[in-house]
Nanobody
Framework: QSQLVESGGGSVQPGGSLRLSCGTSGENLDLYDIGWFRQAPGKEREGVACISGLDNTYYVDSVKGRFTISRDNAKNMVYLQMNNLNADDTALYYC????????????????????WGQGTQVTVSP
């Protein structure tokens, strides 16, 4: 069973950057869809980006052009590079692994994702 662990969160000023990391002590991530989700206080969890088992990526409009999801199979890690951060990006960020081996495309809806990390906090403020 995959135990996902996120790291890399922190506090930054608007316009700053952070790189989140997602790793696991369980099986390899490289064949699975991996998603990044976030939840801000008082709001529902929302999908941010995902990378499919075949390494196609998808981003929600609010982060397109600012966030980049990638994976390093040798390190069994998935990353979320976040640039030009703003206050609306403040949230607890989670990575998740799909239940089944991935295909060509992924989706940032919670349903296919069976394994979740505990989250890493990102705070953007002046």
């Amino acid at each position: 069973q995959s135990q996902l662990v996120e790291s890399g969160g922190g506090s930054v000023q608007p316009g700053g950057s952070l790189r989140l990391s997602c790793g696991t002590s369980g099986e390899n991530l490289d064949l699975y869809d991996i998603g990044w989700f976030r939840q801000a206080p008082g709001k529902e969890r929302e999908g941010v980006a995902c990378i499919s088992g075949l390494d196609n990526t998808y981003y929600v409009d609010s982060v397109k052009g600012r966030f980049t999801i990638s994976r390093d199979n040798a390190k069994n890690m998935v990353y979320l590079q976040m640039n030009n951060l703003n206050a609306d990006d403040t949230a607890l960020y989670y990575c998740a692994r799909a239940r089944d081996i991935g295909g060509q495309y992924c989706a940032v809806v919670p349903g296919p994702y069976a394994y979740w990390g505990q989250g890493t906090q990102v705070t953007v403020s002046p």
